[in-house]
C-alpha cells in the first residue's frame, strides 16, 4: 500500500509541477529522494526475492527470479523510472520537466490491480472497474495537466481561444488547474465548451475525445460479469 501512494504521489505531483511552473523548494526536492529510495528499494526487492509463480510452481532460487524478471517488460519499465534524470537540471532548469519519466509509473497500476484480484474475495470484474475508473482519474489529471501546457506554448498566437477564456490567463494557480481539470473531464464525456482554433488546441481535443471513448468503452465491458 505504502508503494502504491508513493508512486499515485510521484505520478500526480511530477506532471502538475511541470506544466504550471510550480516552484520547488529544497523541502519538496529531499522527500522525492526519499520517495525514488524508497521505490528503489522495493525494486530490488520485487527483483531479487519476491517468489514468482511459474507453470503453477514457486520459483525460489534468487539466480532462476532473476532471470524471469529481466525477460519482463516490467523490469524494463522499473528501471527507466528510476532513472535519476533530474540531476541534468543541475546543469539546465526545470528540475519537474526532468523527472517525466516517473510518470511512467502508472502503468504498475496495472500490475497491483491483478496482485489484489488475487489476494481478496472481491469479483474480479468489480476490481477491473474500480481499476478503470481509478485509471480514467489519473488521465483526466494527466490531460488537465497537458491543457496548461497547450495553453502556455500556443500563447504567442492571438487565434487561439482557450488562453483567453474567462480570464484564464489571470486566475491563481489552484483555480486555473480547477479550470484545466473541467476541460479535461468535458472533453473525455463529449461535452467540449470551448471552440478549438489554434492546431495544437485541435490536437489537444482530438486526443481526448478518443481516450475519453475508448477509457469508457473499457469500463464498460468491464462490467459485463458484474
Known sequence: IVTFLLMLFEVLSTPFMAAFEVETGLPFIVFN?????V??????????????????????????????RLQSIHFHLNVFTNLPLEIIS?????YALWRLNKILRMLHFGYYSMKWATVTAWSPSLIRVLYHSFLLGVIVH?????????????SSDSSTSFRNWDGFEEMSP?????????????????????RPR?????????????MGAGFFAAMIGSTQDL
Not at 174 to 194: E, N, P
Not at 199 to 210: D, K, M, Q, T
Open 90 to 94: 543541475i546543469w539546465y532548469s526545470s
Open 174 to 194: 489552484s483555480r486555473q488547474y480547477i479550470r484545466a481539470l473541467f476541460v479535461s473531464l468535458s472533453g473525455m464525456v463529449g461535452y467540449f465548451d470551448v
Open 39 to 68: 521505490l528503489l528499494v522495493d525494486f530490488f526487492i520485487w527483483f531479487t526475492v519476491t517468489a514468482v509463480e511459474k507453470d503453477q510452481q514457486v520459483v525460489v532460487k534468487v539466480r532462476s527470479i532473476m532471470r524471469m
Open 142 to 154: 494527466l490531460f488537465a495537466c497537458l491543457y496548461f501546457v497547450v495553453v502556455r506554448v500556443a
Open 198 to 210: 489554434h492546431p495544437l488546441e485541435h490536437g489537444f481535443g482530438i486526443i481526448l475525445i478518443i
Open 33 to 37: 529522494a526519499i520517495v525514488d529510495v
